[in-house]
């Protein structure tokens, strides 16, 4: 299996099933569980929603999905975005249940995400 996958998509929410599709597909290549597939499904949906939160359906949405033997790390980035809004304290507890870890913040004029998700691993 490759170590990584790239996926670009428009900012239109419509649009993030192909991200919560293609983060399953590439999990579905790992020994995760059916468990672990709908946590990173859950993750992708809340930190790539949050990153395209009023951007409008014209911009895109720049996903990279890392593979190590035990681990997917998900980063994206929407160029020119600005800064995120703050993450509503349910989504960050759900994320706290579902990765090993995400961060959500700006770099330069891109806001960005990322986050981790381990095999078998309960997420502290």
Do not use: W
């Not at 293609?22 to 992708?44: C, G, H, K, N």
């Amino acid at each position: 299996m490759p170590t990584h996958a790239e996926l670009r998509i428009p900012t239109d929410p419509r649009l993030l099933r192909v991200a919560r599709v293609t983060a399953a597909a590439v999990a579905a290549e790992l020994p995760y569980t059916v468990q672990d597939i709908e946590d990173l499904r859950v993750a992708v949906d809340e930190l790539a929603a949050a990153a395209i939160d009023g951007c409008g359906p014209d911009g895109s949405l720049e996903l990279r999905f890392e593979v190590s033997d035990d681990e997917l790390v998900v980063s994206g980035r929407v160029p020119g975005a600005g800064a995120p809004t703050e993450l509503h304290p349910v989504a960050v507890d759900l994320l706290g249940l579902v990765a090993n870890g995400h961060s959500l913040g700006v770099d330069g004029d891109d806001r960005v995400f990322s986050f981790t998700k381990r095999s078998g691993a309960t997420a502290p």
